[in-house]
């Protein structure tokens, strides 16, 4: 059971680190302006579903070994670097396409999976989680396994219902601003760009882990 006293403090607490723009928020924007809010919305279940990957892990204790062997955080990084870097790649050649040939959409399976792996592949949401969530766990209210879940369900339920607000706003927007071929073509670029500097920024926490 949660200490109720440590609610308003631990709701505000998620609401200043999850309104804030991040990596997820970036990749969520840039995959509905892309294609469309269904995606964007889809981007952030998706997003969410990783999320519970990492609190069930870093309840686990998970987090205490990706902090003391490097060589695991490195392989994850990088595993991420590259699956950004390709979805950058493809995005790009696709929109240079759109102009000249109507492209399929990708099926929601393949968003939700997209954005699945995308966040399991930034092994530093479980060491956040397994620094944060502790402070409002209290001892004496019961199993602290059961009061980390429970903490971790409401930050994923937080999380959702914003990341869901800004993956349908940006999809309308860009719904709006893609009725022209040049519009689309525009936007797809900038989406592959922001997915190429997620993927740098993956890559700086390699060559710099501790300026992260």
Do not use: C, E
């Not at 994923?156 to 990341?163: E, M, Q």
């Not at 800004?166 to 592959?192: D, E, K, N, P, Q």
Request: net charge positive.
């Amino acid at each position: 059971m949660i200490d109720p006293a440590v609610l308003p403090g631990y709701l505000t607490a998620v609401l200043l680190v999850t309104v804030p723009p991040g990596p997820d928020n970036a990749y969520i924007v840039a995959v509905a302006v892309d294609r469309g809010p269904r995606a964007g919305v889809l981007s952030a279940l998706g997003m969410s579903l990783g999320m519970v990957v990492h609190v069930t892990a870093a309840s686990l204790g998970l987090a205490f070994l990706l902090q003391s062997t490097p060589a695991a955080l490195t392989v994850i990084r990088l595993g991420g670097a590259a699956y950004l870097t390709w979805l950058a790649i493809t995005t790009l050649r696709t929109a240079r396409q759109s102009g000249l040939v109507a492209q399929p959409a990708p099926s929601d399976r393949r968003i939700l999976g997209q954005a699945v792996l995308t966040n399991l592949t930034n092994p530093k949401i479980i060491v956040f989680f397994a620094a944060f969530l502790p402070q409002f766990v209290r001892p004496g209210n019961g199993p602290t396994g059961v009061q980390f879940l429970t903490l971790g369900v409401i930050f994923l339920l937080v999380g959702l219902t914003w990341d869901s607000v800004i993956g349908l706003f940006a999809g309308r927007l860009g719904a709006t601003l893609r009725r022209g071929s040049r519009a689309a073509t525009v936007l797809g670029i900038s989406a592959g760009a922001t997915f190429g500097v997620l993927a740098l920024l993956l890559i700086l926490q390699i060559v710099h882990p501790d300026a992260t």
